[in-house]
């Protein structure tokens, strides 16, 4: 499978939603009962591009634009591009941090991170995580 088409494919999906959201509606344009989404399985296999083309064309419409700069409701923040794209890396890389030795970057990487969070909550050096 070549996967460099479908994740440029996905990416300007991603860059259409981005782009896209502070000009859209906030609220969804159906109700879950108004989606239209494709509920047989399949007989066999479907091709990876045709699954993502449904997934966007089915989904879209009951997407809440909680991203927006006009979304005053709940406190996310887990979609801002950069957030997207590192979660993206990790995703890709499939990285397990359970032990340090067979994923150092990973390990080294989440032990930064936790040294930052103690600092910004003003926790003693040497806090553990």
Do not use: C, K, Y
Not at 74 to 97: I, K, Y
Not at 103 to 124: K, M, N, Q, R, S
């Amino acid at each position: 499978m070549d996967t460099r088409p479908l994740l440029h494919d996905v990416a300007d999906h991603a860059a259409d939603w981005f782009e896209g959201v502070g000009e859209r509606p906030v609220r969804p344009a159906v109700t879950p009962a108004e989606l239209q989404l494709t509920r047989e399985l399949g007989a066999g296999p479907v091709p990876v591009e045709r699954v993502v083309a449904d997934l966007v064309r089915e989904a879209l419409p009951g997407l809440t634009a909680i991203n927006s700069p006009r979304f005053f409701a709940f406190v996310m923040g887990g979609a801002h591009p950069a957030g997207v794209a590192a979660d993206w890396l990790a995703t890709a890389w499939d990285q397990n941090v359970g032990l340090a030795a067979p994923t150092p970057a990973a390990a080294a990487f989440e032990e930064v991170a936790g040294d930052w969070l103690a600092d910004l909550l003003g926790l003693p050096a040497g806090a553990s995580f």
